[in-house]
T-cell receptor, first 115, second 108 residues
Framework: GAVVSQHPSRVICKSGTSVKIECRSLDFQATTMFWYRQFPKQSLMLMAT?????????EQGVEKDKFLINHASLTLSTLTVTSAHPEDSSFYIC???????????FGPGTRLTVL | TQLLEQSPQFLSIQEGENLTVYCNSSSVFSSLQWYRQEPGEGPVLLVTVVTGGEVKKLKRLTFQFGDARKDSSLHITAAQPGDTGLYLCTGTASKLTFGTGTRLQVTL
């Protein structure tokens, strides 16, 4: 089956620093990747849609200058949380799309804690 | 993004019981997926339904897509503790749509 990895799985950083999260599709090419944020005991909240070679499309209320997304290749998308603050602490999950029926394959998630 | 309403939001049952989770919207979907997510992990795809009225079975799980492709249900027979998790439905309409989630807890 399709495998998506995320790195790092956990990160703790100081307020004001930037953190980069990588999302890789390991055994397939993903023209589209999605970035989600999840708060405890809640569903996934879509942050942005990342298409290879083009600018990401951000959902309403998501600051594009705060959450920088780069999709440089068909197997890699990165999310950079810039000038992180404690309220950015969350579980960030990526997914990649393969196939015509829009099945998403999710990464294992990254737990970000901003001190 | 439009919202898929899932019900119930939370369900706590004992091992061996049956349950049904519902996923409803006013939009028509070209396809709909069900996922299960365990704490601290990413969601795992369970099934994709495409055709109105379609029924798919995955061991003790039965998935149905509504005739009008606006809703879906997930029925679990003889629930086990390993079924515990967050169940999410997502669908493709004009944009990807996400369910509000159903948190299932199965106890011994």
């Amino acid at each position: 089956g399709a495998v998506v990895s995320q790195h790092p799985s956990r990160v703790i950083c100081k307020s004001g620093t930037s953190v980069k999260i990588e999302c890789r599709s390991l055994d397939f090419q993903a023209t589209t990747m999605f970035w989600y944020r999840q708060f405890p005991k809640q569903s996934l909240m879509l942050m942005a849609t990342s298409n290879e070679g083009s600018k990401a499309t951000y959902e309403q209320g998501v600051e594009k200058d705060k959450f920088l997304i780069n999709h440089a290749s068909l197997t890699l998308s990165t999310l950079t949380v810039t000038s992180a603050h404690p309220e950015d602490s969350s579980f960030y999950i990526c997914s990649a799309v393969s196939g015509g029926v829009y099945e998403q394959f999710f990464g294992p998630g990254t737990r970000l804690t901003v001190l | 993004t439009q919202l898929l309403e899932q019900s119930p939001q939370f369900l706590s049952i004992q091992e061996g019981e049956n349950l049904t989770v519902y996923c409803n919207s006013s939009s028509v979907f070209s396809s709909l997926q069900w996922y299960r997510q365990e704490p601290g992990e990413g969601p795992v795809l369970l099934v994709t339904v495409v055709t109105g009225g379609e029924v798919k079975k995955l061991k003790r799980l039965t998935f149905q897509f509504g005739d009008a492709r606006k809703d879906s249900s997930l029925h679990i027979t003889a629930a086990q503790p390993g079924d515990t998790g967050l169940y999410l439905c997502t669908g493709t309409a004009s944009k990807l749509t996400f369910g509000t989630g159903t948190r299932l807890q199965v106890t011994l």
